[in-house]
Structures are given as structure tokens and as C-alpha cells.
């Protein structure tokens, strides 16, 4: 019997449509049930302290996988299957080598949770520990010092971390002081799981200690006798590290060059004399740039300078800066010349123009001079020569004046940081004078010290001081421009008072400046978040005829801010020698030391 085509085709499609109609009529699958099956993954780790706990979510695959990766639950038990022994691998830094674990998996519509429970067991504690230096480096006082304060506590669980780090300090400051050779012989810990004890063997043999040898320098921007008196070691010195730093450090702070790598030639050593080769990278031949900002002081301000860093093979560079602000205009021009063979010690010859107008004072001053700078370790040294004639205003007092004044200055700086230091402080020291026998109009002598201090306390807090003095003598006080008297108030003198508002004044009231200075400071801050603080202070002080003279005192708050540039700080300060105690903002941008 055979059947009709038509009749063929439709026996054929009827199963695929009662297919297809089973699946209309299906209930849909729910959504949660496709989340399940593929969904990021959160993993929680109890039972042990962070250190361990951190340890733990460092070594678990799970808690390494990326946090929005999606995962199938197969993948997730897979994983899971690893943690048992993962877990034990991270306790075993601990101490802990019988550790166990548990874990569990469930779904709350989003994400797998994962929980694993540590139970850490009985620690393996340490019963004997070998720490022992062989070879000339032996009775070296540095490793020794660390060999006899290893710090490895017996009769307490076992540490790797500190193992290593008595391992890493030997080594390290080894090859530091010169002992190029050394080497462990033996470095091991050794662990009886059964007894739950551990040894620590650590065997150093230093071998020879190696001296510094001459240095040569890859380069072809300056003469190589410029930099050869930057070194700060004679060949057949003891080999340091903290040397080749210095040497590094002093070359990277001058302008000519933007990197130096300093590299102990071990394979070109003759005997125990090793080689340096240093590697310079040129900066730049010229440097420009245009800035802008705003200070409680100075007003709304554009700034240009030009930097022309190596005019010649002997380190000549020259720079030019302008200044435009709401109270002061400035033009200056500078030549620098090493003197002699140093890098450290500058010739600056300089001219000048500045346009001054504070609230007190008005002043036209032209200048030129020249100025040596040095650098003597920590210390900075000046020695100056200025002739400058300058038109001024100041009260009912006006004039014209050319003085010829000869100076000096020396500084001490040290911060831990220079932005934003817990420990610090600051010596600065400066006089200097003209004679009307000299080129001066006025004689006059003047004498200044200033001093800075931080130090911090706790995690958060800091407590900051400064205080300067100065004294003015003058054969004729009214003929001297305000730029040489003596003035207080301000974002860094007292605050709660105008830019050189203070000091004293003529007979219809207009500060007409002084010829002392005292201004002390007292701050206390605290750190409230990363890179901000806020901060409590008082500032006493004033510009004076005596110091018997009465002062003026102001108080208040302030926020601090750690930009990029520099610290920024905001005050609000009160006037409080002043009939109530009138409010003043003050905004200034700058280190603290």
C-alpha cells in the first residue's frame, strides 16, 4: 500500500510540531536560574587574624579571579576543590603546617558567595635558630648588629617573614659596605611536622671587602672635570652604597642632567678596586613654562620663566623670570657660573626690576648684582653684592634712594619629606649692610634669624613652630625703601591681619614699617583623610621700633591639602588683639620648611 505525497509530508512535520507546541506551552525558566549558572564570584575568609586572613585571599584562585568576571557554577566547585590545600600553603608563613579548612557555596540572586573556614591548628614553634657571619666581614659592626638582633624569637611560632627578613638585611647591607662576593651557605628551615618544631640555619661568608676606584662618566655635555669634584670618595675608599647615592642624588639635583644610573663595574675590578661608570641623560638644553594662581597675599598672579640650562661645556645656564601680581611686579635676569671646578658653588650675576604695592607702601626698585652660592653638605652659604636704586612711598615719607649692600646668608634644611614632613626643621641666619661712604645714601646694618621645627606624634598629628627676629639699625630710617623695613601680617607672618599690615605708623595712622621684627607660631594638625588635614594655630607677633612695643596676636582654624604642586593651605584666622575680633581668610601654596 503506498501512500499519497501529500500525505507523506504531513506525517513527517507533525512530530516537529508537537515539539514546538510543548515548548510554547512550557513554563518559562526563571531568571534567577540563569544567573546561577553563570555569575561573579565573592569569597569570605573566617577562623584567622587579617595578617592570615589576607595571606589567605592573596593565595585562594577563587578571591584571585578579577571581580567582575563571570563564572558557571562547574567552574566555581572547581576551584573550590584547590582551597584545602591553598589554605594550607598561606598558614605555613605562619607557623600553622597542620591547618584545615571548609567551604561552602551558595547563590543570593547576584553573585556565588563563597565561605571558607580556617581552623589553624597547633603552630610550629621555633626551638633552635643559627645566625653566623664567616669570612673578613666577620666582625663588621653592621652585621653584626644584625646577627646579634636577629629577632628570632624561640619558643614562639615559627614566622618565615621574619626568617626573611634577618636574611634579606644580611645580604643586603653586606653588599651595601662593599662584601660583593658574599653569599649564603647555608639558608634553610627545617620542619619536623610530627613534633610541630623548626630550626633556622643562616651561614653568610662575606668575602673580601671591596674599595671604590675611579669613576667615569658617559656623557657629552659638560666637562668631565666639572663632575669629577661631585664624587664624594678618593679612589681606595671602602666601597658604599650610601656613597654612589650621594653622588647620584648630587648629580640629578643640578639642571643639566635628567637621569643618572650609576652602575659598579664588578667585572672590571683590578684586585679589590671596583670601577664606577656613570650614565647621564641629558635634560633638556631649554626649559619654558607659564603658571598662574592666587594668594591671600599677592593677589591674582601670572608667572613665566625661561631656563637655558647648558650655554657651554663649562656649565654656563641662564635663566629669565617675570612676575605678575595684583602687589607686585618683577622682571629679573640671571648669568650662572660654577666657580673653579664645583658644581656646588654658583656665580649669579643678576638684574633686575620690581614694581611693589602693598597696602602700607609703594616702591620702584632697579637692581643688579651678583651673588655665590654653595653648598657644603646640608648646609647652603651665601655671599651677596647689590646695587639698587629705588623710588618709594610709604605713609607721608617719599624719596629716592641708591644703596650698595653687601651680604650673607647661611641655611640648614632637613625633612623627611619636603612636602608635607613629620619631622623637620629649619635654621636660617642672614645680615647684611651698606655704608653711606660707599655708593649707600643711607648706612645701615641688618641681621635676621629664622626657625622652623616639626614633629609628629601618633599615626594622624604633627606640631608645628616657627619664629623669626630682625633688627634694622640706620643712620636715617625715613630715607630707607620699604623693601628694607621691617613689616608683619600675612598668610606666613601673622595671620588674621592684611600683607604687611602691621608695624608702626606715623602720625595720621599709616604703617610706615619698623626696625625690628618678632613673629612666633604655634600649630597643631591632624591628618583627616589621605592628602587633607586640618589644623589649629596661633600667631603672635609684629614689626616694631622696640620689642617693648606691644604685639598683636591672631588664632583660628585651618584645612590643609597635599596637591601635587605642593601643600596647600586655607586658614581662617581671627584678629584677636583687635576690637571684635574682626575674620580674615588667608590662601597660600608652598612647603612648610
Same mark, same amino acid.
Given at each position: 500500500?503506498?501512500?499519497?505525497? @501529500?500525505?507523506?509530508?504531513?506525517?513527517?512535520?507533525?512530530?516537529?510540531?508537537? $515539539?514546538?507546541?510543548?515548548?510554547?506551552l512550557a513554563p518559562p525558566r526563571s531568571v534567577?536560574?540563569?544567573?546561577?549558572?553563570?555569575?561573579? $564570584?565573592r569569597v569570605e575568609v573566617r577562623g584567622v587574624e587579617e595578617e592570615m586572613r589576607d595571606n589567605v585571599m592573596a593565595t585562594l584562585s577563587l578571591a584571585?579571579?578579577?571581580?567582575? *568576571?563571570?563564572?558557571?557554577?562547574?567552574? $566555581?566547585?572547581?576551584?573550590?576543590?584547590?582551597?584545602?590545600?591553598?589554605?594550607?600553603?598561606?598558614?605555613e608563613p605562619f607557623g600553622y603546617?597542620?591547618? !584545615? !579548612?571548609?567551604?561552602?557555596?551558595? &547563590?543570593?540572586?547576584?553573585?556565588?558567595?563563597?565561605?571558607?573556614?580556617?581552623?589553624p591548628g597547633s603552630p610550629v614553634r621555633l626551638v633552635d635558630a643559627l645566625v653566623r657571619i664567616e669570612g673578613p666581614g666577620a666582625q663588621d659592626t653592621a652585621l653584626v648588629r644584625i646577627r646579634d638582633r636577629a629577632g628570632l624569637a624561640i619558643g614562639q611560632p615559627l614566622a618565615h617573614a621574619s626568617y626573611e627578613s634577618v636574611k634579606e638585611r644580611l645580604i643586603g647591607t653586606a653588599l651595601d659596605r662593599g662584601y660583593l662576593d658574599a653569599v649564603f651557605d647555608s639558608s634553610a628551615i627545617f620542619v619536623d611536622r610530627g613534633a610541630r618544631e623548626a630550626r633556622a640555619v643562616l651561614v653568610?661568608?662575606?668575602?673580601?671587602?671591596?674599595?671604590?676606584?675611579? $669613576?667615569?662618566?658617559?656623557?657629552?655635555?659638560?666637562d668631565p672635570e666639572l663632575l669629577q669634584d661631585l664624587v664624594p670618595w678618593v679612589p681606595g675608599d671602602a666601597f658604599s652604597r650610601a656613597q654612589l647615592l650621594e653622588l647620584q642624588t648630587s648629580l640629578t639635583a643640578e639642571p643639566y642632567f +635628567? +637621569?643618572?644610573? /650609576?652602575?659598579?663595574?664588578?667585572?672590571?675590578?683590578?684586585?679589590?678596586?671596583?670601577? /664606577?661608570?656613570?650614565?647621564?641623560?641629558p635634560a633638556p638644553r631649554?626649559?619654558?613654562?607659564?603658571?598662574?594662581?592666587?594668594?591671600?597675599?599677592? @593677589?591674582?598672579?601670572?608667572? &613665566?620663566?625661561?631656563?637655558?640650562?647648558?650655554?657651554?661645556?663649562?656649565?654656563?645656564?641662564?635663566?629669565?623670570?617675570?612676575?605678575?601680581?595684583?602687589?607686585?611686579?618683577?622682571?629679573?635676569? !640671571?648669568?650662572? /657660573?660654577?666657580?673653579?671646578?664645583?658644581?656646588? *658653588?654658583?656665580?649669579?650675576?643678576?638684574?633686575?626690576?620690581?614694581?611693589?604695592?602693598?597696602?602700607? !607702601?609703594?616702591?620702584?626698585?632697579?637692581?643688579?648684582?651678583?651673588?655665590?652660592?654653595?653648598i657644603r653638605g646640608d648646609w647652603r652659604t651665601q655671599v651677596s653684592t647689590t646695587l639698587e636704586r629705588a623710588s618709594f612711598s610709604v605713609g607721608t615719607q617719599s624719596g629716592v634712594s641708591t644703596l650698595l649692600l653687601l651680604g650673607s646668608g647661611l641655611s640648614h634644611v632637613v625633612a623627611d619629606d619636603r612636602i608635607e614632613p613629620a619631622r623637620g626643621s629649619l635654621f636660617r641666619v642672614r645680615a647684611r649692610g651698606g655704608h653711606d661712604a660707599l655708593f649707600s645714601d643711607v648706612g645701615l646694618f641688618d641681621m635676621g634669624i629664622e626657625l622652623r621645627w616639626i614633629r609628629g606624634f601618633g599615626d594622624r598629628y604633627r606640631v608645628l613652630w616657627r619664629g623669626e627676629v630682625g633688627a634694622l639699625f640706620s643712620s636715617d630710617f625715613s630715607s630707607l625703601p620699604p623693601s628694607l623695613?621691617?613689616?608683619a601680617g600675612g598668610d606666613r607672618s601673622v595671620r588674621g591681619y592684611a600683607y604687611e599690615a602691621l608695624g608702626p605708623v606715623d602720625e595720621f595712622g599709616d604703617v610706615i614699617g619698623g626696625t625690628k621684627l618678632l613673629v612666633t607660631a604655634i600649630e597643631l594638625d591632624a591628618a583627616v583623610r589621605r592628602s587633607w588635614r586640618v589644623a589649629l594655630f596661633a600667631d603672635v607677633g609684629n614689626a616694631l621700633d622696640s620689642f617693648e612695643d606691644p604685639y598683636e596676636a591672631g588664632a583660628g582654624v585651618g584645612i590643609r591639602w597635599r596637591s601635587p604642586v605642593g601643600m596647600v593651605r586655607l586658614d581662617g584666622a581671627f584678629a584677636v588683639t583687635r576690637r571684635g575680633w574682626p575674620f580674615r581668610l588667608h590662601l597660600n601654596l608652598g612647603p612648610e620648611l
Open positions: 500500500m503506498h501512500t499519497a505525497p @501529500g500525505c507523506r509530508s504531513t506525517a513527517r512535520l507533525a512530530p516537529l510540531g508537537a $515539539v514546538a507546541f510543548a515548548l510554547l534567577d536560574a540563569w544567573q546561577a549558572r553563570e555569575a561573579p $564570584v584571585r579571579q578579577p571581580s567582575r *568576571t563571570r563564572m558557571p557554577e562547574e567552574r $566555581v566547585r572547581l576551584l573550590m576543590n584547590r582551597v584545602p590545600d591553598e589554605v594550607q600553603a598561606a598558614m603546617y597542620a591547618a !584545615s !579548612s571548609s567551604s561552602a557555596l551558595a &547563590f543570593d540572586g547576584r553573585r556565588w558567595r563563597v565561605t571558607v573556614d580556617v581552623e653568610l661568608r662575606t668575602g673580601p671587602r671591596f674599595t671604590l676606584g675611579e $669613576v667615569t662618566f658617559f656623557q657629552d655635555a659638560l +635628567s +637621569s643618572a644610573e /650609576i652602575i659598579p663595574a664588578r667585572d672590571r675590578a683590578e684586585g679589590l678596586v671596583v670601577p /664606577i661608570e656613570v650614565l647621564l641623560t631649554q626649559l619654558y613654562s607659564v603658571g598662574g594662581g592666587y594668594g591671600t597675599d599677592t @593677589g591674582a598672579r601670572v608667572t &613665566f620663566s625661561a631656563e637655558f640650562r647648558r650655554l657651554n661645556r663649562a656649565g654656563h645656564r641662564a635663566t629669565v623670570d617675570a612676575w605678575l601680581a595684583q602687589v607686585e611686579r618683577r622682571a629679573t635676569g !640671571s648669568y650662572l /657660573i660654577p666657580l673653579g671646578e664645583r658644581l656646588g *658653588t654658583v656665580l649669579s650675576l643678576t638684574a633686575g626690576w620690581v614694581d611693589a604695592n602693598p597696602v602700607t !607702601s609703594e616702591t620702584e626698585t632697579w637692581l643688579v648684582g651678583a651673588t655665590v652660592d654653595g623695613r621691617y613689616f
